[in-house]
């Protein structure tokens, strides 16, 4: 997944597409990607701030350190 792909999907990707399982897993790929580069922590603050929710959620995990 490039840094563009994953931007996109985190803001485009609405309830419609997440009901499809291949959508939904496609897009908490997105996100722990987004979480993995640091990248959602430079960009609006709500890619952080949903990145956050995401963590929270279980849906993603905290970057490795």
């Not at 997440?18 to 997105?30: F, G, H, T, W």
């Not at 603050?45 to 970057?63: D, N, Q, S, V």
């Amino acid at each position: 997944m490039t840094f563009v792909d994953a931007v996109m999907i985190a803001e485009t990707y609405g309830e419609e597409e997440l009901q499809d399982p291949k959508k939904e897993k496609e897009y908490i790929e997105a996100w722990q990607f987004l979480i993995d580069t640091g990248a959602c922590w430079q960009l609006q603050g709500w890619f952080g701030r949903t990145a956050m929710m995401m963590i929270e959620l279980g849906h993603c995990k905290k970057p490795e350190k």
